[in-house]
């Protein structure tokens, strides 16, 4: 059984900043490519940034320059960084990873169950 638990979320004033983490943790052999998503209220979840294991970051367009991506791969561990935050980053941030759980398995996809970002005066 594999989880990620995502923390680090909450208030924050248009401007601030907050770091999230997130944790995989269970029956893991081995971990490729590791994402944040965040889904605004009415809207779909969209990519907010990924990165593979070689530490390769891909980001929205929305976020550049303000958010940064990191991995720890024997803690098996994935941050953001989120600087200069805007009203519009407010959503539910959720933590992906691909993952096998055995040498043999295919990579699955798994998700954490979110955490909340408000981002307002």
């Known amino acids: 059984q594999v989880q990620l638990v995502e923390s680090g979320g909450g208030l924050v004033q248009p401007g601030g900043s907050l770091r999230l983490s997130c944790v995989a943790s269970g029956s893991i052999f081995s971990i490729n490519n590791m994402a944040w998503y965040r889904q605004a209220p009415g809207k779909e979840r969209e990519l907010v940034a990924d990165i593979t294991t070689g530490g390769s970051a891909n980001y929205a367009d929305s976020v550049k320059a303000r958010f940064t991506i990191s991995r720890d791969n024997d803690k098996k561990m994935l941050s953001l960084q989120m600087n200069s935050l805007e009203v519009e980053d407010t959503a539910v941030y959720y933590c992906?990873?691909?993952?096998?759980?055995?040498?043999?398995?295919?990579?699955?996809?798994?998700w954490g169950e979110g955490t909340l970002i408000t981002v307002s005066s």
């Open positions: 992906n990873a691909l993952i096998r759980t055995t040498r043999w398995s295919p990579y699955m996809n798994y």
